[in-house]
């Protein structure tokens, strides 16, 4: 394969199997990297990755994040001009009982990806962070130009690591790098430990959903074909840094190096309560509603500004959540054959 193939890791992922596909669409050469963990159901990675696999400019490579020479003989043979980074130990409650997982998939990993791209001159990183660096921040809504230092899991801790490491490397080798805090993606394909496919599942079978917060709980839901519309249009806009800061100003979101980080949400947070009614009504059932109190590691709202977005890109996500969860039952009724 010719070195103009981009790189998407978590090929097989929820959102890089999303962005794989809408850059397949558009005749591009993708090379995507997955290591088929068994965090959820591999079958559902594998059913992905079949459709991926029908275009003749798809290659894929199964590989871990963490295996050092893997990885550097791989990028040392495409030479990537454009690397989107979406693999990752995914998840805030499993980090709490699984910290491993996140130093080998989220530091050791990513490093394995910064050092490919310093060597092998990519012209742009992107990467993925998360809204969960906001952690105990509480003015709403979210700002990438707000500090963001109280993150309130190690899973949130990584990413807002990635954005250090990520930076250190742009500010060193002039690595241009944009970091993306995605904010509650959902959509069709979605993974099974995330809130729409977990309380559909539930009002199907007839379980109850629990409602942490007593239900109390507002989510920045963002649509999957929003994200990937976002990160592709990000692709040609590598960041270039900007003039050095006087005294005092330096800013968050933005840098002397060629980084940037944008939030990528909907920019209207829902009521988690509004969601399950919505999703009641697409299955035709009432879902069985458990209210419990806050879970370590959560918070109550999140809610983006993605202007800095609109800015760069001209687009800001805008599907709506019940135009959003209307495709995502019908991927599910279709998936489970229901």
């Given at each position: 394969m010719s070195n103009d193939a981009v790189l998407v890791t978590g090929a097989a992922g929820f959102?890089?199997?999303?962005?794989?596909?809408?850059?397949?669409?558009?005749?591009?050469?993708?090379?995507?990297?997955?290591?088929?963990?068994?965090?959820?159901?591999?079958?559902?990675?594998?059913?992905?990755?079949?459709?991926?696999?029908?275009?003749?400019?798809?290659?894929?490579?199964?590989?871990?994040?963490?295996?050092?020479?893997?990885?550097?003989?791989?990028?040392?043979?495409?030479?990537?001009?454009?690397?989107?980074?979406?693999?990752?130990?995914?998840?805030?409650?499993?980090?709490?009982?699984?910290?491993?997982?996140?130093?080998?998939?989220?530091?050791?990993?990513?490093?394995?990806?910064?050092?490919?791209?310093?060597?092998?001159?990519?012209?742009?990183?992107l990467f993925a962070s998360s809204s969960s660096v906001y952690g105990a921040n509480t003015k709403l809504p979210f700002s990438v130009h707000d500090n963001v230092d109280h993150p309130i899991s190690l899973y949130a801790a990584s990413k807002k690591a990635n954005e250090l490491m990520a930076h250190a490397y742009s500010h060193l080798y002039r690595l241009p790098s944009t970091g993306l805090r995605f904010f509650t993606v959902y959509g069709p394909w979605g993974r099974p430990d995330m809130a729409m496919f977990i309380f559909a599942k539930a009002i199907v079978e007839g379980k109850p959903i629990k409602l942490f917060n007593h239900g109390n709980m507002r989510r920045d839901f963002t649509y999957i074909d929003d994200i990937a519309e976002a990160i592709v249009r990000?692709?040609?806009?590598?960041?270039?840094?900007?003039?050095?800061?006087?005294?005092?100003?330096?800013?968050?979101?933005?840098?002397?190096?060629?980084?940037?980080?944008?939030?990528?949400?909907?920019?209207?947070?829902e009521e988690l309560m509004k969601v399950v009614a919505i999703l009641e009504k697409e299955f035709g059932r009432s879902a069985i509603k458990e209210m419990l109190p806050m879970q370590p590691g959560d918070v109550p709202a999140t809610y983006a500004d993605v202007d800095d977005l609109m800015r760069e890109v001209g687009f800001r996500p805008s599907t709506s959540i019940e135009h959003g969860i209307a495709k995502f039952a019908t991927w599910y009724r279709d998936y489970h054959q229901l």
């Amino acid at each position: 394969m010719s070195n103009d193939a981009v790189l998407v890791t978590g090929a097989a992922g929820f959102i890089g199997f999303h962005v794989a596909q809408r850059l397949l669409q558009a005749g591009r050469r993708v090379v995507g990297l997955d290591s088929i963990n068994n965090y959820y159901d591999p079958k559902l990675k594998d059913a992905r990755l079949s459709l991926l696999k029908n275009d003749p400019n798809f290659d894929f490579v199964k590989l871990d994040l963490a295996d050092r020479s893997g990885m550097k003989a791989l990028f040392d043979k495409h030479r990537f001009p454009v690397v989107i980074h979406l693999a990752a130990q995914a998840g805030v409650r499993y980090s709490i009982d699984h910290p491993h997982a996140y130093v080998d998939a989220n530091l050791e990993g990513f490093t394995n990806v910064l050092e490919g791209c310093r060597h092998n001159d990519c012209r742009h990183l992107l990467f993925a962070s998360s809204s969960s660096v906001y952690g105990a921040n509480t003015k709403l809504p979210f700002s990438v130009h707000d500090n963001v230092d109280h993150p309130i899991s190690l899973y949130a801790a990584s990413k807002k690591a990635n954005e250090l490491m990520a930076h250190a490397y742009s500010h060193l080798y002039r690595l241009p790098s944009t970091g993306l805090r995605f904010f509650t993606v959902y959509g069709p394909w979605g993974r099974p430990d995330m809130a729409m496919f977990i309380f559909a599942k539930a009002i199907v079978e007839g379980k109850p959903i629990k409602l942490f917060n007593h239900g109390n709980m507002r989510r920045d839901f963002t649509y999957i074909d929003d994200i990937a519309e976002a990160i592709v249009r990000l692709i040609d806009h590598a960041p270039k840094g900007k003039d050095a800061p006087g005294a005092a100003a330096l800013d968050p979101g933005t840098s002397t190096a060629p980084w940037r980080i944008f939030n990528i949400g909907n920019n209207n947070p829902e009521e988690l309560m509004k969601v399950v009614a919505i999703l009641e009504k697409e299955f035709g059932r009432s879902a069985i509603k458990e209210m419990l109190p806050m879970q370590p590691g959560d918070v109550p709202a999140t809610y983006a500004d993605v202007d800095d977005l609109m800015r760069e890109v001209g687009f800001r996500p805008s599907t709506s959540i019940e135009h959003g969860i209307a495709k995502f039952a019908t991927w599910y009724r279709d998936y489970h054959q229901l």
